[in-house]
């Protein structure tokens, strides 16, 4: 996305005073009523409707008049707010050029009046389709107003935090300067993405200390989940730094293991075919000690120690509460939703809502959905109509073992086979009623706490929101 900070320059106190009041009305308002703009900004002579057209022609903000006639801001407009306010503090006084262009972000140089470079990056969730969680999105299109302004704000807070802890615990990461609203702030990285680099001098001491970087995270509670060539920055002494944190999870993330072992993955396919490297002889190894291993040379995630306690600690000392980490990990990270001491039940309930809402809007087979829906049901009501289901299978071997046993008294067996069909056909409509029943159950119940986690979710949202 085009910077032009040019236009910052001529933009005027006013310019800013209805930039703000936009985004005080988007604590509460997907779009916000024009009259409230203007009620927020209070401009003297009615002189916010002459700034909003300038806003508007400098695409800071975006007209609305679908429902009503309002305004939001874009992620320009919010990029200038962030920025005007890291030049008030005196963080940087320049902005240059483009460093790179990221998933779901845009990289900067920036320059302090003595001339020293770093690195602002500007989070844009909701700009491209975010790691494995694009159905999520998709879900989220069609459901409630979502505000992508604030997720980012959550994102670039997270990098944030993590990337100053880590740099505390000694971590090759970029130093965290600042954080405001959607932009981070850090020290520029030397070097080249790995996935550029062709050639390394001495690429098994580079690969066992990226493999001792995910051993270690993880001995801190940890794990990156997007570690791969395009987050690994090497520099001409092929000095290692790791980059973009924000989705990272807790070790006692119910997923853990396979993130872990695909973050591995990433760098063992990698050094594999980018420099043809065969792995018995490497051994991962942090500062010289040798860590367990599978028969493959694949750190074993089960026999590292972890600190579990890292990551909610953490977080917590810079201000991100455990909210703002399941609301971002939620909506996000795709359902990512707890850390430590995560109660699974309400993850996978969500789960099964967003299931039968991409279904829904996305035109999945309901059958795949109906499936599950039963499989669900019959854990959830062991009593009733499934434990007939469960009479099922049990009364059929007995009938068969009872068939062979009498195979001699044909009438009987015949009997006996009439009966046994008639029992089981009986058994079979009642098991059908019971998933019927249970499906229709499950669906109204899931409409019910799918209504409830709605409008809960987005009075979260609007409960943080105030907080901003
Ligand atoms: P995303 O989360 O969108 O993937 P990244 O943090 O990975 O964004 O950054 C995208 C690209 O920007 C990186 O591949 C790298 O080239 C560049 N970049 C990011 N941070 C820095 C930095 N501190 N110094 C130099 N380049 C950086
Ligand atoms: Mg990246």
């Known amino acids: ?56 022609k400098h695409k800071l903000l975006h007209h609305d008049a679908s429902k009503y006639d309002g305004f939001r801001l874009t992620y320009l407009g ?59 999105r998709d879900y989220l299109k069609h459901r409630s107003s979502f505000n992508w302004l604030y997720l980012s704000r959550l994102a ?37 993405p790995l996935v550029q680099v062709k050639q390394l001098e001495n690429p098994e001491t580079v690969f066992n200390t990226i493999i001792g970087l995910v051993v270690r995270l993880a001995e801190h509670g940890l794990i990156h989940c997007d570690f791969n060539e395009f987050n690994i920055m090497i520099d001409d002494d092929e000095k290692v730094t790791m980059i973009d944190f924000p989705q990272m999870v807790s070790v006692s993330h119910r997923n853990a293991q396979m993130y872990f072992d695909r973050d591995v993955e990433c760098v063992f396919k990698f050094f594999s075919k980018r420099f043809n490297m065969s792995f018995h002889e490497c051994t991962a190894d942090i500062d010289g000690t040798a860590v367990d291993t599978d028969d493959s040379g694949r750190p074993s995630f089960t026999s590292i120690a972890k600190d579990t306690g890292f990551l909610d600690k953490e977080l917590s000392a810079s201000g991100f509460t455990r909210k703002d980490q399941e609301e971002i990990a939620k909506f996000i990270e795709g359902g990512i939703k707890k850390d430590a001491n995560s109660d699974d039940e309400d993850t996978e309930d969500d789960e099964h809502i967003s299931v039968l809402n991409e279904a829904n809007t996305m035109g999945v087979d309901s059958l795949h959905v109906a499936d599950q829906t039963l499989q669900h049901d019959e854990q959830v009501e062991p009593e009733g109509n499934v434990r007939t289901c469960e009479a099922g299978p049990s009364s059929e071997p007995e009938n068969e073992d009872g068939s062979n046993e009498e195979g001699d008294n044909e009438t009987v067996n015949n009997d006996n086979d009439a009966e046994l069909e008639k029992r089981l056909n009986k058994v079979r409509r009642r098991a059908v009623t019971a998933a019927r029943g249970g499906r229709k159950t499950f669906a109204s119940r899931n409409t019910y706490k799918d209504k409830g986690g709605k409008s809960s979710n987005s009075s979260k949202i609007q409960r943080q929101l105030s907080s901003w």
């Not at 005027?12 to 005080?24: I, P, S």
């Not at 940087?92 to 003595?114: H, M, N, P, W, Y």
């Open 1 to 56: 996305m085009k910077l032009d900070v040019d236009v910052l320059r001529y933009l005027t106190k006013e310019d800013f005073r209805v930039l703000t009041a936009v985004e005080m009305g988007m604590r509460n308002h997907e779009i916000v009523p024009a009259e409230l703009v203007e009620r927020i900004a209070a401009l003297k002579h009615g002189g916010t409707y002459k700034v909003m057209k300038n806003l508007l």
């Open 78 to 136: 919010y990029d200038f707010l962030a920025i005007k306010t890291l030049v008030n503090r005196g963080v940087f006084s320049a902005v240059g050029r483009q460093l790179g262009v990221g998933k779901e972000s845009d990289i900067f140089e920036v320059a302090t009046e003595d001339g020293t470079v770093m690195a602002m990056k500007l989070h844009r969730l909701g700009r491209t389709s975010f790691r494995a969680v694009k159905s999520k």
């Open 156 to 192: 670039a807070l997270r990098e944030f935090s993590f990337m100053k802890a880590l740099e505390e615990h000694g971590f090759p990461v970029p130093n965290a300067v600042d954080c405001n609203r959607h932009c981070v702030i850090m020290s520029l990285v030397p070097g080249y």
